[in-house]
């Protein structure tokens, strides 16, 4: 792997080298919510929509709270592979496996199981909680498949490459879109489309970034 130390050299080129593709990567995913609703607002019912809108309010704040846990094995791995130490990144990789797969298990339960709790606690409408509540389970099932992508991530940017997570998330907002437009303006199923369409490119992202990763050296420079 190329060396990105940040140790040498002129800082600022390299910050934002390697900065730019984190952001733009958090927000695609990000976006997946969005397109859901876009996608549901031209091909769906006004039901639809509003479960759309609420559901994807739970998936998207869940999804923040594993990029933050991401972001604590980013900063790990870059210490020690900064400091020559492969063992211990090796090391801490396999604690992150554990802890995200813990962290993937419980929000999936969490979801799938409390759906109906959750659209609750995000009123929502009565004549749109089931769709909610739909929306909300099947978008949690895939919790595990987004755990997953956020791992593979963190360890890539710890090893000093973003580049990598940003194409496997961007890949997977096409066929997204593609999902979306099939599940929901074909087959018309409305939210529950979306949902099956954002799990389905949720679990693209995890396959490319293992795809990926057998063509990387994680060896530190």
Known sequence: MKNNSFTEGAILPKLLKFMLPVLFAMFLQA?????????????ATDADVSAVSTGSQIVLTITNLIVSFAMGITVAVAQ???QKRPEEAAQTIGTGLII????????T????????GLATIMHAPEEAFDLTTDYI????GGFIAITA??????IFRGLGDSKTPLIAVGIACVFN????????????????????????????????SFSLSEKRSFHSN
């Open 109 to 116: 339960v969490i979801s799938v199981i409390g759906a109906s």
């Open 149 to 154: 992508y956020n791992l593979l991530g963190s």
């Open 31 to 43: 976006m997946y919510g969005a397109v859901d609703l876009l996608v549901v607002g031209q091909f």
């Open 177 to 208: 879109i593609i999902g979306d437009l099939f599940f929901v303006a074909v087959l018309n199923l409305g939210a529950a489309g979306a949902a099956i369409a954002t799990v389905i490119a949720q679990l693209i992202s995890v396959v490319i």
């Open 137 to 140: 389970r099947i978008c949690g």
């Open 80 to 82: 020690r592979i900064g």
């Open 100 to 107: 995200f797969a813990i962290t993937g298990a419980v929000f």
